[in-house]
T-cell receptor, first 113, second 112 residues
Framework: DTAVSQTPKYLVTQMGNDKSIKCEQN?????MYWYKQDSKKFLKIMFSYNNKELIINETVPNRFSPKSPDKAHLNLHINSLELGDSAVYFC????????????FGSGTRLTVV | GQQLNQSPQSMFIQEGEDVSMNCTSS?????WLWYKQDPGEGPVLLIA?????ELTSNGRLTAQFGITRKDSFLNISASIPSDVGIYFCADLFSGGYNKLIFGAGTRLAVHP
């Protein structure tokens, strides 16, 4: 059983479309995150949720809307996709807020054409 | 904002060689973490350090938390082809809510 699973693994879509990425963790962790990895492999936090509550919104455009229906799930919806949104998006979880041993999913490679 | 300076940016070594990489910051941290990312996968935690001066090993990997709390290094001994990947240092930034920030990564290539 995969600890942090994301779907889809690959997503190719046209500019202007709306798309969602789903994430689920079966570790019983309280805190979940979305990270963006750009073409230079730099990893930057986007959002964090603790027990379904938004904790961090790292100046991400409001076209990006995370949703956490329960503490095991954190989905990412992106409206009006732009070319610059092309990146690999990683979901991660940690046992609790402030604990650094994050478990990452295997990523969703988003390509906007 | 907070920044971690990781070096070298990339390394090309022969199988069997030892490798050393490091990370520095202008800020003091209470935690240093080292992650490895294999191609097409997410980062995986290798070693976590929680105390200044701490030296921790995980198989062929050894990492140390600098005494000044502003730096850390990771050593890999007797490298093998599966050591290929990107190694990231990371710190918990405690300004406001804790968040994990990453260095830019060291890309390691190992030639058989």
């Amino acid at each position: 059983d995969t600890a942090v699973s994301q779907t889809p693994k690959y997503l190719v879509t046209q500019m202007g479309n709306d798309k969602s990425i789903k994430c689920e963790q079966n570790l019983g962790h309280d805190t979940m995150y979305w990270y963006k990895q750009d073409s230079k492999k730099f990893l930057k936090i986007m959002f964090s949720y603790n027990n379904k509550e938004l904790i961090i919104n790292e100046t991400v455009p409001n076209r990006f809307s995370p949703k956490s229906p329960d503490k095991a799930h954190l989905n990412l919806h992106i409206n009006s996709l732009e070319l610059g949104d092309s990146a690999v998006y990683f979901c991660a979880s940690s046992q609790r807020l402030g604990q650094g041993g994050y478990t990452f999913g295997s990523g969703t490679r988003l390509t906007v054409v | 904002g907070q920044q971690l300076n990781q070096s070298p940016q990339s390394m090309f070594i022969q199988e069997g060689e030892d490798v050393s990489m490091n990370c520095t910051s202008s800020s003091i941290f209470n935690t240093w973490l080292w992650y490895k990312q294999d191609p097409g996968e997410g980062p995986v935690l290798l070693i976590a350090l929680y105390k200044a001066g701490e030296l921790t090993s995980n198989g062929r990997l050894t990492a140390q938390f600098g005494i000044t709390r502003k730096d850390s290094f990771l050593n890999i001994s007797a490298s093998i082809p599966s050591d290929v990947g990107i190694y990231f240092c990371a710190d918990l930034f405690s300004g406001g809510y804790n968040k994990l920030i990453f260095g830019a990564g060291t890309r390691l290539a190992v030639h058989p």
